[in-house]
């Protein structure tokens, strides 16, 4: 789904209509989706499954006591809370023909391009998270400098403007620069996530796997129905109409493109950030929690061992 805003900038180069193209990507996505799932139900769970001990409702209730959780959840939520609109509306509507030497791209083709070029130390990124968050000091250092580097990077693309091809190519540098970090953010969220569900292990004795993984699924669509309104309400407020026009919208809606698509989104970034600074899980605390975990899944394992020293 990553793909699709680029795919969409460089529809012209395949021929196709946006209808079309929708209907390809729906297909793709929603069919090719149900197929990997079921390539999934032959899969060995790795964990042998046990009978079900506590209702759902303890089940829920017990996110009580995962505080990072509850932390990330708050930061994810008010992340979604950037006014922007999708770039699509910035490069097809805010951006002419632009040249670079002999090669001439309208906004939809060079939205493909740029995305290209500014995103792939995003996905680089991703394969070096490990060694990134040990250096940094753990996941949350690792939010703490790609939010900042992003944010950053925005209010200085900001000035420098978006109006000629070397300005063009510099934005592209300074946001792959900050995206850089931001592509092991992914992968350190994720790991926080787990972090999260020791930490209840060791607090309570509970594993929590289900309910934690749960309500990382229902944020992610939470958030984008949140994104979705707010991206509604903004194009409605600048008086945007499909049927105007690239041409025809109204000029507070072309004026404003530039500075809503590049500092637009610092807004949820900077709420994420504040939000997650306030995360008390430190270095120390971490080891403890997988140490005394590890001593008493062995202690649990010995004891298991000696009552049923046959293993039946």
């Not at 922007?84 to 030497?101: E, Q």
């Not at 001439?104 to 490990?130: D, H, I, Q, R, V």
């Not at 309500?215 to 049927?243: C, R």
Request: hydrophobic share 50%.
């Amino acid at each position: 789904m990553g793909l699709f805003p680029l795919i969409l900038g460089a529809r012209e180069k395949f021929g196709i209509t946006e209808s079309q193209l929708f209907m390809i990507a729906g297909l793709v996505c929603g069919l090719g989706g149900q197929l990997i799932s079921w390539v999934a139900v032959g899969v060995k769970e790795r964990v042998e499954n046990k009978p079900q001990e506590d209702s759902l409702l303890e089940g829920i209730l017990m996110v009580r006591h995962n505080k990072i959780l509850l932390i990330m959840a708050v930061a994810q939520i008010l992340g979604a809370l950037s006014p922007v609109i999708p770039g699509i509306y910035f490069f097809k509507y805010g951006v002419d023909t632009v040249k670079f030497g002999s090669v001439s791209m309208n906004g939809e083709t060079l939205m493909f391009w740029f995305g290209l070029a500014s995103g792939f130390p995003y996905a680089f990124a991703m394969f070096l998270a490990k060694g990134l968050s040990k250096k940094l000091g753990g996941p949350k250092n690792v939010f703490i400098v790609s939010k900042s580097a992003a944010i950053a990077a925005r209010v200085a693309a900001y000035f420098i403007g978006f109006d000629s091809p070397a300005k063009i190519i510099a934005v592209a540098a300074l946001l792959a620069i900050a995206s850089f970090p931001d592509g092991a953010s992914e992968i350190a969220k994720k790991s926080l996530w787990c972090d999260s569900i020791d930490y209840v292990e060791w607090k309570t004795g509970k594993r929590t796997e289900g309910i934690s993984f749960s309500v990382q699924n229902f944020l992610s669509k939470l958030t984008s129905g949140i994104s979705l309104y707010i991206n509604g309400m903004v194009l409605n407020s600048l008086g945007f109409k499909e049927h105007f026009g690239i041409k025809g919208q109204p000029a507070k809606f072309y004026k404003y493109q530039w500075p809503i698509f590049i500092l637009a989104p610092a807004v949820g970034m900077t709420l994420f950030l504040l939000t997650i600074l306030t995360i008390n899980y430190p270095k120390e605390l971490k080891e403890q929690v997988e140490r005394e975990l590890i001593e008493r899944r062995a202690a649990i394992a010995a004891s298991i061992e000696k009552e049923n020293p046959s293993g039946e």
